[in-house]
């Protein structure tokens, strides 16, 4: 079952100099159970593309056109009282910083418990039990006795595992993890992966694991879409991502290999970086870095399946059937 599918969704930023599209025809799905990474240099479009889902758009961006379906319901046009429900109820949301979903001045257990009482509607004795229970499951030492602790008693990977309880705490469908361990130290950051795919495996939830590292991708993601420039440039399973890349700047970023947990930032085979919002080419958003660019490129290429059935879709004229010969026609 689908719990997620993105339809090619546009976003359009309102920006001094005019408006520009963070993102261009989005399409892809998250199938119950599985994880689909969304893999890429900071400014590719990641996080717009988290906050278009969950509704947190900041006032100057829109979805402009497109949707974003959750099971078989649209939800894009729903207004800010739906979507709080959406985000407490179906989608539970992991960020890199837990202090950014922990209000500092309540209690852990009591901030675990509001969501079951406001969307489940349990009494605040079933409230209390059900998140000391939450607690156990993402292995808090202690649980029960470290309800009415703070936030600010907790490390920051205990602070995680809070954040997760209550991402999961309604039993949604959906979870988005967007960068959820770059903040904690290796092995904490184990510790934590290995916790949300447990969790998703008892739970069957979708995943949306928001990235720029590939050996997270590889260890803990079914498919990946790689963005650049907010497009999505290839789409595949996580073994047909690495053993055959086809985009350039998918290959580019698998050519940083062996350092598989170098950050992104970090990348030195690609010369350039991403162009800034306001700069976004209208055609390839990879032109000025890509060693193959042609004439044809200055327009948006189309995405193209290779292999029938394989869900692996690259958007490049490299790929394109008489791609390159478009140029001149
Ligand atoms: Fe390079 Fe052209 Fe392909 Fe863009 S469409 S990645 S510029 S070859
Ligand atoms: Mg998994």
Redo the contacts with the bound molecule.
């Keep these: 079952m689908t719990v997620l599918t993105i339809e090619n969704l546009r976003t359009t930023l309102r920006l001094d100099s005019g408006d520009c599209d963070a993102l261009r025809e989005v399409s892809f799905s998250v199938d119950e159970g599985e994880t689909l990474a969304i893999v890429g240099e900071s400014g590719c479009g990641k996080s717009m593309l988290a906050m278009s889902i969950m509704g947190l758009l900041p006032s100057i961006a829109t979805i402009s056109e497109g949707h974003v379906v959750l099971g078989s319901r649209a939800i894009e046009a729903e207004p800010e009282a739906a979507m709080e429900k959406v985000r407490g109820a179906e989608i539970g949301m992991v960020f890199q910083e837990p202090m950014t979903a922990l209000n500092p001045v309540f209690t852990v257990g009591s901030q675990i418990a509001e969501p079951l009482r406001d969307h489940l509607g349990l009494s605040r004795a079933e409230a209390r039990k059900t998140a000391i229970d939450l607690m156990e499951r993402v292995r808090i030492p202690s649980a029960a006795s470290r309800y009415d602790s703070y936030p600010h008693e907790f490390s920051g990977g205990m602070r995680q595992r809070v954040v997760i309880a209550l991402a999961i705490a309604c039993r949604p469908k959906l979870l988005i993890a967007d960068e959820p361990t770059t903040a904690l130290d290796v092995t904490v950051q184990r510790q934590i992966l290995d916790l949300l795919d447990t969790l998703q495996d008892q739970e069957k939830m979708g995943m949306l694991l928001i990235t720029h590292n590939l050996a997270i991708v590889a260890g803990h993601a079914d498919r990946v879409v790689v963005m650049y420039g907010g497009d999505v440039?290839e789409q595949a399973t996580v073994r047909d991502l690495f053993r055959s890349p086809a985009?350039?700047?998918a290959r580019a970023l698998l050519a940083s290999l062996p350092r598989v947990d170098r950050d992104l930032s970090e990348l030195a085979s690609i010369p350039g970086r991403v162009p800034p919002l306001a700069k976004l080419p209208d055609?390839?958003?990879?032109?000025d870095r890509?060693?193959?660019?042609?004439d044809?490129?200055g327009k948006m290429?189309p995405a193209v399946e290779l292999g029938q059935g394989t869900r692996h879709t690259v958007?490049?004229?490299?790929?394109v059937e008489g791609?390159s010969d478009a140029a001149v026609g």
Excluded: E
Aim: charged share 10%; net charge positive.
């Design positions: 440039v985009h350039p700047y055609g390839c958003r990879f032109i890509c060693p193959h660019a042609m044809v490129c290429p958007r490049c004229w490299l790929h791609g």
